[in-house]
């Protein structure tokens, strides 16, 4: 019996980690609700997101992270595949400590993620730009090295001025990413 095609739902989407490479990725709080909207979420939920690529072997390149969602490029492990299990424990994590926070036990926090494996220079270099930008296109700082939960202030303080005015002059009108997420912060 032939087996049946495989369907990509968008609510569901179908993870393809099978190559090593740059990986963009976005995941979204349940019902885009802003469990992270004061400095004291965002910075634990940073400090998980750094600590946690750092521990899976996750390169980060650039990242941003939001009320209701992060974004962030990565360099993958030997095993892309790890980055279930990473963003499983990341969410899991958060999940029961912003519940004990609020008194909410078993509340669903996290939603979903997506990734993208990067494989052009152009896309690659585009979402860099795109993710370091980010605050700045929701509308949160006028420069997004102010913002204190993305990578712009480390990328601009540890890159050489090549490489930030090669990285920032990259169009990203074009790029295609799911974010449509109103932020508090």
Request: hydrophobic letters at 40%; charged letters at 20%.
């Amino acid at each position: 019996m032939p087996s049946k095609p495989e369907i990509n739902w968008p609510h569901a989407p179908v993870h393809r980690l099978t190559e090593r490479g740059a990986y963009f990725v976005t995941a979204a709080t349940y019902r885009k609700q802003h469990f992270f909207a004061d400095s004291k979420r965002l910075d634990v939920l940073q400090r998980g997101l750094l600590k946690l690529t750092h521990d899976y072997g996750w390169h980060l390149e650039a990242w941003a992270v939001f009320s209701n969602h992060y974004h962030f490029v990565a360099q993958s492990p030997l095993d892309p595949a790890t980055l279930s299990a990473m963003l499983r424990t990341l969410h899991a994590k958060t999940a029961s400590w912003v519940n004990q926070l609020d008194r909410e036990s078993g509340r669903k926090v996290w939603h979903n993620f997506r990734e993208t494996r990067l494989t052009y220079q152009k896309s690659y270099l585009a979402r860099l730009n795109y993710v370091h930008q980010n605050a700045v296109k929701h509308g949160l700082v006028r420069v997004a090295n102010q913002y204190a939960w993305c990578s712009a202030p480390w990328f601009e303080s540890t890159a050489d001025k090549e490489m930030i005015r090669t990285i920032y002059e990259i169009a990203t009108d074009q790029v295609t990413v799911d974010d449509n997420f109103e932020v508090t912060r």
